[in-house]
């Protein structure tokens, strides 16, 4: 079983800055791969970013590259989200996730999820 504690949202104004942070329990999250998604009012939860667990691999949806940067330190078994330039439309719940697995996936097959935390960017 993993634990998935996310931290760091907040209410910003538009061009801000937040970093979220994801601590997870287990002696085995350097052998997980970890992803973080997000869920605005009315719509689908997406997926926002991804790293491998070595940390050499990541992925970003398109409407955040350049703006987002996820990484990680599995000797202190939490992954980050370092979110520049925000706009009103990144505002949603964000959710931390893990996936046994050393590849992260761009699908919703993630084993363990955090209990989310609410970013607002008001314009």
């Known amino acids: 079983q993993v634990q998935l504690v996310e931290s760091g949202g907040g209410l910003v104004q538009a061009g801000g800055s937040l970093r979220l942070s994801c601590a997870a329990s287990?002696?085995?999250?350097?052998?997980?791969?970890m992803a973080w998604f997000r869920q605005a009012p009315g719509k689908e939860r997406e997926l926002v970013a991804a790293?491998?667990?070595?940390?050499?691999?990541?992925y970003y949806t398109s409407s955040v590259k350049g703006r987002f940067t996820i990484s990680r330190d599995n000797a202190k078994n939490t992954v980050w989200l370092q979110m520049n330039s925000l706009k009103p439309e990144d505002t949603a719940v964000y959710y931390c996730?893990?996936?046994?697995?050393?590849?992260?996936?761009?699908?919703?097959?993630?084993?363990?999820w955090g209990q989310g935390t609410q970013v607002t960017v008001s314009s």
């Open positions: 996730a893990s996936r046994n697995r050393a590849f992260f996936s761009t699908q919703n097959d993630y084993d363990y």
């Open positions: 790293i491998s667990s070595s940390g050499r691999s990541t």
């Open positions: 287990g002696r085995t999250f350097s052998t997980y791969s």
